[in-house]
């Protein structure tokens, strides 16, 4: 395990450790000193005749108590700030390596995992060095000083110490299996019941929708009785294993006072060594009896530094060393091939948004449309084939210099719990001011601010909860335009918005297209309509491309889906029977 932690440690703070380790080692000698040192005072004092002869050793034992305290305060102070520089580096390391996983790696339910690690395992790990490693050293050093001090003081009683244990070890080993597997089972169905209750939580409105609530209560109960019952499995498990390992201690311990009685019975051992030899061996008990306990510590500490290793070997993408520079605002695709598992979702995929183009994807939902703009984006690298930004290979290109070429404007908007301002600003840190606001003006953030009691100071909640979904677009289209790329990547809002959501939407949207190369997955007929060119996708293939009118002419499946669009929507008009005014409206909103 020390050498786990190494790993994960500095130079500088291997060093620490090191030291933490070596003072936490001799500390735990000179307090087996301090007890050895018991014998011989005993000795003098029961002896009777002259107790003087006493002081040289209560000087020894008082300077080995001193000694003892000069060594454990600064052990104990380098074994803390060990545990503090662990859980800064764990928090720094997992910091970078997140920044460079692929982005992919957080789609797939990953990302309530990451908030497990920051917290509840790297305080695992932390808490070794910081709080487990000096009673962990003190339950292997002190025995080991009481058996070296039994073997010195009498031979007979140290050699019955040792034989005792072989035992001890043998059965905190096969407790600790035992307990272990049941820690694994009780850990699974705690992480189970865990996602259980918040996905109850979070699914209430859609639970409440369908008059479902009974059967999230069933799942989120049947989750909550299987924790239980591996709960109560592991202390069935843990409860004997851990007694047992203390009795096995104890019985220990009433062997060698049996042995020791029949030695001073037998006259062939002094009292007051005995006496001295047994305190030394009920001081020894304490902390060995502890160690069931350490070890289940330290097992879980492993299980967290598990999850953390896991992360830290997930290969980040790749970074040329000697990255190209994007020569243009073009987007290629050149007979790519690619896929989340084994099957693939792209095949054969070309496709060319020339600058200042839009391109729309058009196809049944699944086709992989999202995949198109992911890659792009390099969230993933391709198996086969190449994605070129600006002419240069994605994966010739820094991140960064990626990253600074498009803006992504996807459906699932996320906005921070910060302000309206500090969110649009988030487009471009070092942005001024009036650039922000201009933004803001543009996105028709200014609108949803006039409301709002601060204005743009207004915090938005988690999530920016306290915004609507329409306005939490327009937020995030402000940001887009102050980012300024001259990419955008764009997945349209399928969920119908108010009208005027919906209007301020379109106008943001046009400001923020206007003169880019645009790639957006097309949900309204008519951006499909306006783009330069349609790519129809079906099954990860691109079925046909062309303009509206080429496409339409062609009657292949372009045009088919065309009329199916048109036939829902005119459908859609008539179904709801409108106003004069609201009818005008409803043929905007629908497509
Ligand atoms: N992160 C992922 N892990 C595994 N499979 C995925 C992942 N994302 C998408 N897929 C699968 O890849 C296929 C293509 O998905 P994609 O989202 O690209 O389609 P789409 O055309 O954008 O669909 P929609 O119009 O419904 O959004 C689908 O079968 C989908 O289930």
New binding site residues.
Partial sequence: MIRRLSELLDREERGRLRRALLGTAVSAALQGAAFALLVPLLRVLLDGGRPERAWPWVAALAAVAVAHAVVTYPSVVAARNTGYALSRSLHDRLGSRLVRLPL?WF??GRVGTVGRLVTYDVMNVMSVPAHLLEPLVRATVTPVCMVLVMLVADPRLGLAALACAPVIVLVHRVTGRLVQRAEHAADAAAAEAGARVVEFAREQPVLRAYGRTARGVREVDDALVAQRRAGRRMIRVALPGLAGFALTVQAAFVLLLLLGTHLAVGGTVDAPALLALLVLAARSAEPLSSAAELGAALRMAGNSVDRLQKVFDTPPLPEPDTPERIRDSSVRLERVSFG??DEP?LRDFSLTVPPGTTTALV??????????TRLVARFFDVWEGTVRVGGADVRRLAQQELMSRLTLVFQDVHLFDGTLEENIRLGRPGAGEAEVREAARRARVDEIAARLPDGLRTRVGEGGALLSGGERQRVSIARALLKDAPIVLLDEATASLDTENEAAVLEALEALTADRTVLV?AHRLETVRGADRIVF?RGGRVAESGSHDELLARKGPYAAFWSERERARGWRMRAVPQSEDERGRSCTTSS
């Fill in positions: 992919g789609s797939g989340y598992g979702v196809g049944p939902s699944g086709s992989g449309k999202t995949t198109v997955i996708l």
